[in-house]
């Protein structure tokens, strides 16, 4: 059990570029969520997947996030067209099954300048 | 989604209890009740949960009030180690967890 891995740790773009995350859960874990978490606040919801569906989708995840599960395995978030209220730790959280706890990762900091 | 109430900070000495609350008044009768806390530049991190009984692990004691409208974590001696942002969230559909702000534990060496 290596964890909940997330790369890069941090990632400083322009405004405006389109930028990619990676989540590689526990492996035998088949529910993934992503979380975007600010200065000061707590993790907000965003998405989650079982297997490779993604069931649910925060308010919060506009039309330029996007978020795929294509195996079931690793996940990746995308932004396009990046702004700098953006800038954010993104969090990726696996558990085995509904119920069970979340395993975090170390998370994504994003800086947009 | 169930929303939770917390304290914005606490203060504890070393070597003492500590009890920090949550009111989630608008949790749903089947929704269990999750603690996790965060170190600064960390993913949280579990603590415990339930759902009616109270529970105890390493790490922690759960009290849930009997209308499980509240709940308190109980550290048994707090040390340094445990000063950290302490969140409580119901886990709603989808085993997906709402985090509020959090309570800032800080902990006297």
């Known amino acids: 059990d290596t964890g909940v891995s997330q790369n890069p740790r941090h990632k400083i773009t322009k405004r405006g570029q389109n930028v990619t995350f990676r989540c590689d859960p526990i492996s035998e874990h088949n529910r993934l969520y992503w979380y975007r978490q600010t200065l000061g606040q707590g993790p907000e919801f965003l998405t989650y997947?079982?297997?490779?569906?993604?069931?649910?989708k925060s308010r919060l995840l506009s039309d330029r996030f996007s978020a795929e599960r294509p195996k079931g395995s690793f996940s990746t978030l995308e932004i396009q067209r990046t702004e700098q209220g953006d800038s954010a730790m993104y969090l990726c959280?696996?558990?085995?099954?509904?119920?069970?706890?979340?395993?975090f990762g170390s998370g994504t900091q994003l800086s947009v300048l | 989604d169930a929303k939770t109430t917390q304290p914005n900070s606490m203060e504890s000495n070393e070597e003492e209890p500590v009890h920090l609350p949550c009111n989630h008044s608008?949790?749903?009768?089947?929704?269990?009740i999750h603690w996790y806390r965060q170190l600064p530049s960390q993913g949280p991190e579990y603590v415990i949960h339930?759902?009616?009984s109270n529970v105890n692990n390493r790490m922690a004691s759960l009290a849930i009030a009997e209308d499980r409208k509240s709940s308190t974590l109980i550290l048994h001696r707090a040390t340094l180690r445990d000063a950290a942002v302490y969140y409580c969230s119901p886990q709603g559909y989808g085993n997906k967890l709402v985090f509020g702000a959090g309570t800032i534990l800080r902990v006297k060496s």
């Open positions: 608008t949790i749903s009768g089947t929704d269990y």
């Open positions: 339930g759902l009616t």
């Open positions: 959280a696996s558990s085995l099954v509904s119920g069970e706890k979340l395993f």
């Open positions: 997947f079982q297997n490779e569906a993604q069931l649910e």
